[in-house]
């Protein structure tokens, strides 16, 4: 019967296997995402019916992040420590990144399922919310130029002794920025 592949169950590949094999297996696995609160999510297991495990979430220094409620948002959790201690190591979500975040090569975005926040390639920061446009933001010079007009108009609107309004200059347009864009 050389050639010949013998197709095999799960079942029956855990039958076969001894205890530390399936103790090696289960090390690292891939679940879904229940429900969140706290940094302890309750994940869905996907080889034992019923299973609901708590996992403590790893993620990166400075950023946390929870999937929105009723995705099937995944995680990877190692069992280091065993059954009884898992945590999670990575996670995704595919659908509302899907939805959020189209990327060319070297870019980078973080997002939710309302807004996102893109680095391009091209060197810009975009933030802008889930339909809307990219558009250039004031800079801190726009703003203090703005200050200092409003100061100004503020003294020839209504010069000292007078109820009679000055003449007001229009107020200077901003230049932007297009390094940092918003909507």
């Not at 879904?32 to 019916?49: E, F």
């Not at 209504?158 to 007001?168: D, E, K, L, N, R």
């Given at each position: 019967?050389?050639g010949v ?8 590949l855990r ?5 530390e ?48 409620d009723?995705?099937?948002?995944e ?30 090569a ?14 391009t ?8 919310s889930?339909?809307?446009t ?8 726009d ?6 007009w409003i ?7 209504c ?11 229009p ?9 940092l864009k918003?909507?």
């Amino acid at each position: 019967m050389s050639g010949v592949k013998t197709r095999h169950t799960s079942e029956k590949l855990r039958a076969e296997q001894t205890p530390e094999a399936g103790r090696v297996r289960n090390m690292v696995r891939r679940m879904i995402v229940d429900r969140t609160r706290t940094s302890v999510w309750r994940l869905i297991g996907h080889l034992q019916v019923g299973e609901k495990p708590l996992a403590e979430t790893y993620s990166g220094i400075g950023f946390y992040a929870r999937p929105p409620d009723g995705v099937d948002a995944e995680v990877i959790v190692a069992n280091l420590g065993g059954a009884g201690a898992p945590v999670i190591v990575a996670s995704r979500d595919e659908d509302t990144r899907r939805t959020m975040a189209d990327l060319a090569a070297d870019e980078t975005a973080t997002f939710n399922s309302q807004t996102i926040v893109k680095h391009t390639a091209g060197g810009l920061i975009e933030a802008r919310s889930k339909d809307g446009t990219a558009v250039a933001l004031a800079t801190k010079a726009d703003l203090e130029e703005l200050r200092a007009w409003i100061a100004a108009e503020m003294v020839i609107a209504c010069p000292a002794g007078s109820s009679t309004p000055g003449t007001v200059d229009p107020p200077p347009t901003p230049a932007g920025t297009t390094v940092l864009k918003g909507e």
